[in-house]
């Protein structure tokens, strides 16, 4: 008899408890993640979204038998907290540096003697270690052999089916077997003779393959197990045509289903001395690897390989830049227009015309996420998402944030700006200003090649800092090459873990992003994407910088020239200068005209 799918999450949770009681399970952990430690979910394991109904990308629930919470940052709890409500699960909120928080609270809240479960396919090997030494000193136990949701949800969506393409090898610089070649130089050094991979982004960069298994990033669902001669890539049948398969094969690759991924780690042999990344592989794939096999723990060789993009990586996203950039004129002057017009705009036009404008573009794929939309108090959360439930219409005076991306073959795109609308006032200038300060610092930063990402924050911060302003937010994160828009293993956030694979190396692409947020008022973050490069040679070491790579005006209705010193506006001169160089072949009518108005010099106070 098949069983009645609960409808609320209310519901929901009742119905986990019920199966949590079957199984003799007294707390249940569900992360925001899946067998690859996605930051984008397939629906399938979009569990925490079905269960609480917070549906941002980043939360970690927790359910008791009594209590139950869903543990988020600053980006999020405006959000969470309408979206639990009802639900009977509380909005427990992380600050900077707290990321073991629900952790700590299950040992304060648990008895001793208490079980603890999780489907270990979901939760990384260093998250489990992590669970095992908050929790068991205080007697509580781990079981993660179960995933009490399938139990429950019997509407649960399938695994996505999308067929798999080639990436373009007019933008390849490197073949499929040099890639391979790489990783099994790591593994020598390591001696290792076995090297699984689950994250997707990975996947996708050494088998140059893409695909739609996931919204905004064309990566796959696939496992890959590296040897020392071979390689086999485990995918769900029907997703590779023959032609794909035979190019596989011709670079070594095997050919495995999806399914068969922990069965043929078992059958590795005893000995095996296998390199895993306790961050990128999950506690389900550590325990299907023999018991007799010694793991060499270290930072997984592919992430940093790809991070790094070459010289002509970094020209096609020139490219990629100049077409997205020139969609975003066409999109502004549109706006402008029709605000100046009196049309109807809602925050919700907004994303379909930019989109719309990207899709016209040479090259085109998709989004590279969700469009951020947001006028006036919608743009204090930093991970607003307008639906036709509730948008803003853009009316009136204030300020409009936009932070949206594109995915184009040669590269990966991510940008926010702010416009006024109507009228704004001096304190929406100040606080503008004072990004733009953030934005201009870091962007013009010279550094020590090597430096951890996180040392790099507080430049972006200064400014903001100095006048008692803050955010919550990283500075910058990084972004792929025609792949994940949030991509390690650089993250310039001053709360993140300062660590040798997080140093700065050439070719790598990151966000700057400074912001300013007033609850119930506005937001305000001004994002451009940077690479870095050679800066200069000295018996003090080498030093990089870094090369600004997104082409828009950056609004200069918004600014208080009396804020910036000579040496900021000339920065943002030249920027313009470049921008309207570099934009203006590719636009004409009302867009060309639009962009020679916007990247015209700063009046200097």
């Keep these: 008899m098949s069983r009645e799918a609960p409808t609320s999450p209310a519901e929901r949770l009742a119905a986990l408890r019920d199966a949590m ?23 399938h394991w979009a569990g925490r979204a079905w269960l609480s109904g917070f549906d941002g990308s980043v939360g970690t629930l927790v359910v008791t038998r009594h209590a139950a919470g869903v543990w988020v940052d600053s980006r999020y709890w405006v959000q969470a907290e309408e979206q639990l409500a009802g639900s009977g699960i509380e909005l427990m909120k992380l600050h900077p540096g707290q990321g073991d928080a629900p952790m700590q ?16 396919n979901v939760v990384t090997l260093a998250s489990a270690r992590r669970l095992e030494e908050a929790l068991s000193p205080a007697g509580i136990r781990l079981r993660g052999d179960m995933d009490l949701l399938d139990s429950i949800w019997p509407d649960r969506p399938s695994l996505p089916e999308a067929p798999l393409y080639a990436h373009d090898s007019t933008y390849l610089d490197e073949s499929r077997a040099e890639r391979l070649a790489r990783v099994r130089e790591a593994m020598a050094e390591h001696e290792a003779d076995w090297h699984p991979i689950s994250t997707l982004d990975d996947i996708a960069w050494l088998t140059q393959l893409r695909g739609d298994d996931v919204d905004f990033n064309p990566v796959f669902l696939a496992h890959l197990l590296i040897g020392r001669e071979t390689a086999t890539l485990f995918v769900a049948p029907g997703k590779l ?3 794909l398969r035979e190019s596989l094969a011709g670079d070594g690759i095997q050919v495995a289903p999806y399914a068969g991924w922990a069965s043929r780690l078992a059958e590795l042999p005893e000995t095996s001395r296998v390199l895993v990344d306790p961050a990128r592989l999950t506690l389900g794939t550590r325990q299907a690897l023999p018991d007799g096999a010694t793991l060499v723990e270290a930072f997984q060789p592919s992430t940093l390989a ?27 002057a549109w706006l402008e227009d029709a605000l100046a017009r009196g049309e109807t705009v809602t925050e919700l036009t907004v994303d379909d015309k930019l989109t719309a404008a990207r899709a016209a573009r040479p090259g085109f794929v998709s989004r590279s996420f969700s469009t951020i939309a947001a006028f006036n108090a919608n743009g204090a959360l930093p991970h607003y998402h307008a639906t036709p439930e509730a948008h803003a219409t853009i009316e009136g005076n204030g300020l409009l944030l936009i932070d949206s991306g594109g995915q184009y073959p040669g590269g990966t795109t991510d940008i926010t700006r702010v416009v006024p609308v109507g009228e704004i006032d001096a304190a929406h200038r100040e606080d503008y200003t004072l990004v733009l300060k953030g934005t201009i610092a870091l962007s013009r930063a010279h550094f020590p090649r090597g430096i951890p990402s996180a040392q790099l924050d507080a430049i972006a911060r200064a400014p903001l800092w100095t006048s008692g302003r803050d955010y919550g937010h990283g500075t910058g994160h990084g972004v792929g090459y025609f792949l994940n828009v949030h991509e390690g293993p650089q993250v310039i956030a001053w709360h993140a873990p300062v660590a040798a694979h997080t140093a700065m190396q050439p070719g790598m692409i990151t966000s700057i992003e400074p912001g300013v947020y007033r609850p119930g008022k506005w937001g305000i973050r001004i994002e451009n994407l940077v690479a870095n490069r050679p800066a200069a040679e000295s018996e003090f070491g080498d030093f990089l910088r870094f090369e600004t790579l997104t082409l828009c005006p950056i609004d200069t209705r918004c600014i208080e020239p009396s804020l910036l010193d000579a040496s900021e506006i000339d920065w943002l001169d030249a920027y313009h200068a470049e921008v309207r160089e570099r934009l203006a072949p ?9 962009l020679k108005k916007r990247t015209q010099p700063l009046a200097r106070g």
């Design 21 to 43: 009681r079957e199984h003799d399970i007294d707390a249940w952990w569900l992360p925001s993640s899946d067998p690859h430690n996605s930051e984008y979910l397939p629906e």
């Design 586 to 594: 590719k636009l004409e009518g009302n867009a060309l005209a639009w």
């Design 306 to 332: 790809k991070g790094r993009k070459s010289d002509a990586d970094l020209e096609h996203v020139r490219h990629a830049m100049e077409e997205d950039g020139a969609a975003l004129c066409e999109f502004f």
């Design 241 to 243: 045509d023959d032609t």
């Design 105 to 120: 609270w299950l040992a304060e809240n648990l008895e001793s003697g208490a079980t603890l479960g999780f489907d270990a």
